[in-house]
C-alpha cells in the first residue's frame, strides 16, 4: 500500500471536495449548536470533520490556491476584458460594486423581514439605513460608468459625503431609540449568526479594499472605500446591540456599551465626511484656479 500517495490524497484533496466539506461542515456545527446536540456522539463526528476541513482548507489556501491564482490570472490577462479588468483600478472597483450592492440590498431585505418578525425597530431601521447606503452606492456606481473630468469627480466625492452626514442622522435617531428602549427584542441563534458571517465579511472586504486601493489616487474609487468602511462600522455596531440583547441581561451595561460605541461609530462617520468635504472643496477650488489661470 502506497501510503505516501495516500496520505498526499488525504491532505491536498480537490478544491470542490474541500468547499463541501467546508460547507458540509459549517452546517452542521451550526445545527449542533442550535439544536443542543454537542454533548451527542454525533457532535464529535462533526467536530472531527471540521477540523479536518479547516486543515485542508489552511493548507489550499497556503499551497495550492497562490499557484492556480496565478495560472487563472495569467488565461484572464490574454483576453480584451481580462486585461482591461487587471489594468484598469476604476473598471476593477466599479466590477465589484455590482455584487456588493446587491448583497447590501440583501442584508436590508434581511434586517426588514427579522425586524417584522421581532418586532424590532432597531432592526427595521438597519434596514432603513441600509437601503439609503445602497442609494448611494448606486448613486457612486452610475459616476464611475462615466468619463469625467477630475473636478466633477471631486464634486461627486464631495456629493458622497454631505450624503453620508445626512444618513448619519437616521443612524443617531436608531442609536438613540435603542439606548431609551426598555424591553429590547431578543432574536434567534440563527439571526445572531447570519449577522456575525455578514460582519465578517464586509470587514474583511473593507480592509482588503484599504490595501488593494491605496497606491490609486482617485476621488471615485476613495469614496467606494469610505462607504463599505461605513457599513462595516454600522454592521459592528448591529452585531454588537444584537450579541449584547441576545446574552446579556444588565440593563446598564448595555445602554454604556451602545453609548459609548453608537458615539464612537457615528464620530468617525463624522469625521470621514467631514475630511471628504473639506478635502474635495479645496481640490475643486484649485483646479478652478488652474483652470482660470
Given at each position: 500500500m502506497d501510503w505516501k500517495r495516500i496520505g498526499k490524497q488525504l491532505l491536498f484533496p480537490p478544491g470542490w471536495l474541500i468547499a463541501l466539506l467546508s460547507v458540509c461542515s459549517a452546517l452542521a456545527l451550526a445545527c449542533v449548536f442550535?439544536?443542543?446536540?454537542?454533548?451527542?456522539?454525533?457532535?464529535?463526528?462533526v467536530y472531527g470533520i471540521a477540523f479536518y476541513a479547516l486543515v485542508v482548507g489552511c493548507i489550499f489556501v497556503a499551497a495550492v490556491l497562490p499557484r492556480r491564482?496565478?495560472?487563472?490570472?495569467?488565461?484572464?490577462?490574454?483576453?480584451?476584458?481580462?486585461?482591461?479588468?487587471?489594468t484598469d483600478a476604476v473598471f476593477k472597483a466599479r466590477v465589484w460594486l455590482y455584487p456588493a450592492l446587491m448583497?447590501?440590498?440583501?442584508?436590508?431585505?434581511f434586517n426588514l423581514v427579522s425586524g417584522v418578525r421581532y418586532s424590532s425597530p432597531w432592526l427595521g431601521g438597519v434596514a432603513v439605513y441600509y437601503i439609503l447606503l445602497s442609494v448611494i452606492r448606486f448613486l457612486l456606481l452610475r459616476s464611475m460608468g462615466r468619463e469625467q473630468r477630475v473636478i466633477r469627480q471631486y464634486k461627486r466625492y464631495r456629493l458622497t459625503a454631505v450624503l453620508m452626514?445626512?444618513?448619519?442622522?437616521?443612524?443617531s435617531g436608531m442609536i438613540f431609540q435603542m439606548i431609551l428602549c426598555q424591553q429590547p427584542s431578543v432574536?434567534?441563534?440563527?439571526?445572531?449568526i447570519a449577522s456575525a458571517a455578514y460582519t465578517f465579511?464586509?470587514?474583511?472586504?473593507?480592509?482588503?479594499?484599504?490595501?488593494?486601493?491605496r497606491r490609486y489616487q482617485n476621488s471615485l474609487l476613495s469614496a467606494a472605500k469610505v462607504i463599505r468602511l461605513t457599513a462595516a462600522l454600522v454592521s459592528m455596531l448591529s452585531l454588537e446591540a444584537t450579541m449584547i440583547v441576545q446574552f446579556g441581561d444588565d440593563t446598564v451595561f448595555r445602554r454604556l456599551m451602545l453609548i459609548w460605541t453608537g458615539a464612537g461609530v457615528c464620530a468617525a462617520i463624522v469625521s470621514m465626511s467631514v475630511y471628504m468635504i473639506v478635502r474635495?472643496?479645496?481640490?475643486?477650488?484649485?483646479?478652478?484656479?488652474?483652470?482660470?489661470?
Open positions: 442550535l439544536k443542543g446536540w454537542d454533548k451527542s456522539p454525533l457532535a464529535g463526528v491564482y496565478r495560472a487563472v490570472k495569467g488565461k484572464i490577462g490574454r483576453t480584451p476584458l481580462g486585461h482591461r479588468y487587471l448583497i447590501n440590498l440583501g442584508y436590508s431585505a452626514l445626512l444618513v448619519n442622522l437616521t443612524l432574536y434567534s441563534d440563527t439571526y445572531v465579511y464586509t470587514l474583511t472586504v473593507s480592509i482588503v479594499d484599504v490595501v488593494r486601493y474635495s472643496t479645496r481640490a475643486i477650488k484649485r483646479l478652478q484656479g488652474d483652470f482660470t489661470s
